[in-house]
């Protein structure tokens, strides 16, 4: 999502900011880009947005969670914990590290940085994450589902908008787009084994 996205009617949504990883605080403070960015969210979602705190046991977590202090203490948007997560199960590394170089058409020799550093992304026990996030930026986590409720028998299929023009018929429709179709693939006419 980009700032242009904000123009829609988003009133009802949650806002969780991701800053990026190279985030570091500064003689001069985070950069204005990322002070920008939250204030902009801080205004457009008042008490409906957050700063994303996503520690992962890398070297420089306690850098980042000090520049993450900074910016929302400038910005005025609280921490919440989201931990960047990929896989269910710490054992899950080598399955997840696969799957990426595959999408990306390299091998796992080849993936460089596109493989995790460690297997810290998998989904944590309550333990785990005491033991990596302040008490304040738990309860400030715990806190946000509390407030809105929600429930799985609330979602419905909803029947995307017909894209038939009006005074048309679905089927109708289609069969012009075919047709159309079929006279753009063969310029000389079209095969009797493929008449609509």
């Known amino acids: 999502m980009t700032c242009a996205d904000l123009k829609w009617n988003l009133d009802h949504c949650l806002v969780l900011l991701i800053p990026p990883a190279t985030l570091a605080p500064s003689p001069v403070g985070v950069t204005e880009i990322a002070c920008g ?8 979602f008042p008490q409906h947005a957050w700063i994303a705190a996503e520690l992962v046991h890398g070297p420089n977590d306690k850098a980042q969670l000090d520049a993450l202090r900074e910016l929302s203490a400038a910005s005025d948007l609280p921490l919440a914990v989201a931990d960047d997560l990929h896989m269910h ?11 990426a170089t595959i999408r990306h058409g390299a091998t796992v020799d080849q993936a460089g940085n596109r493989l995790l550093p460690n297997a810290e992304r998998h989904l944590r026990t309550r333990l785990a994450l005491a033991c990596t996030y302040s008490p304040e930026l738990l309860a400030e986590s715990v806190a946000i589902p509390g407030r809105y409720k929600f429930s799985l028998d609330a979602l419905r299929y909803e029947y995307p908008m017909e894209l038939v023009p009006a005074g048309q018929t679905t089927n109708a429709y289609l069969r012009e787009i ?14 009797a084994h493929c008449g609509v």
């Open 37 to 44: 960015h939250a204030r902009t969210l801080a205004c457009r």
């Open 89 to 99: 199960a710490r054992s899950r590394r080598a399955l997840r590290d696969t799957l």
């Open 178 to 191: 075919a047709q159309q179709g079929l006279a753009a693939s063969y310029l000389r006419g079209t095969p």
